[in-house]
């Protein structure tokens, strides 16, 4: 077993079984979804020898290199989906994922929909809130949020279970992740994504259900080209 890999996810299962604690609100725990985009098989194995099973990526194709392998030997691994999906990959996407946290569009989830029907297979679902109102980010608005829950649930038939949010670099987090918890309050939903390396604890303590730990967990990633 690799001794930096399982010591980091000790140290990182620690970190949130404190700040849980310490912040006190349900849920019952907090899962740690492992961001492993950009690493290799060779790098991933350790956390799973060291017991880790929820995994995030954020490319359809990257998934489709790196996990089918994997769930032969680890049939218990979750894997979510984290980055932004285009509707022509979705068919692949219901494949391989068992969680899609960024449905953030209309079109996206009546082809989701589509989608798992045909597959037979009803994924939980989030959906993700461009809470800074950034154009550089995906996201549905804010404002439209809870409206769009309720539309992916009665109109399109998904399974929404939450909601997940990047707040906007460079500023505290604390605020956007406040009100994402209050529009999940608002549209009835149980589940919130939010927090990565830098700020988990922070959204632990606005009330995450979900965080997303990439860089704290592998390593810094290699810069994209
Ligand atoms: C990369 C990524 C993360 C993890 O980021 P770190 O800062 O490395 O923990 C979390 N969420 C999303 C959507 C990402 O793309």
Not at 2 to 25: K, P, Q, T, V
Not at 55 to 64: D, I, L, S
Not at 81 to 92: H, S
Request: one cysteine or more; a negative charge.
């Amino acid at each position: 077993m690799d001794a930096d890999a399982a010591s980091n996810l000790a140290a990182i299962n620690e970190r949130i079984a404190r700040a849980h604690a310490r912040f006190g609100a349900p849920p019952e725990r907090v899962e740690l979804v492992a961001v492993s985009k950009t690493f290799d098989a060779e790098a991933i194995e350790p956390f799973l020898a060291a017991g880790q099973r929820v995994f995030g990526e954020n490319r359809v194709q990257e998934a489709k290199d790196k996990w089918p392998a994997f769930r032969e030997l680890y049939p218990d691994v979750t894997l979510h989906l984290i980055g932004p999906l285009q509707t022509n990959k979705a068919r692949e996407a219901v494949a391989l994922f068992d969680v899609i946290e960024t449905v953030d569009r209309d079109k996206l989830a009546g082809v989701l929909a589509a989608e798992m029907a045909r597959a037979g297979r009803t994924l939980p679902c989030f959906v993700q809130v461009n809470i800074g109102l950034e154009d550089q980010k995906a996201g549905i608005a804010p404002a439209e949020a809870v409206e769009f829950v309720q539309r992916c649930r009665s109109v399109h038939g998904l399974n929404i279970v939450g909601l997940m949010c990047i707040p906007p670099d460079g500023v505290p987090p604390g605020p956007y992740f406040a009100h994402l918890a209050t529009l999940g309050r608002d549209a009835g939903v149980g589940s919130l994504s939010m927090g990565m390396s830098g700020d988990f604890e922070i959204g632990i303590a606005m009330g995450a259900t979900h965080v997303r730990v990439g860089s704290a967990l592998f390593g810094h990633r290699p810069p994209l080209i």
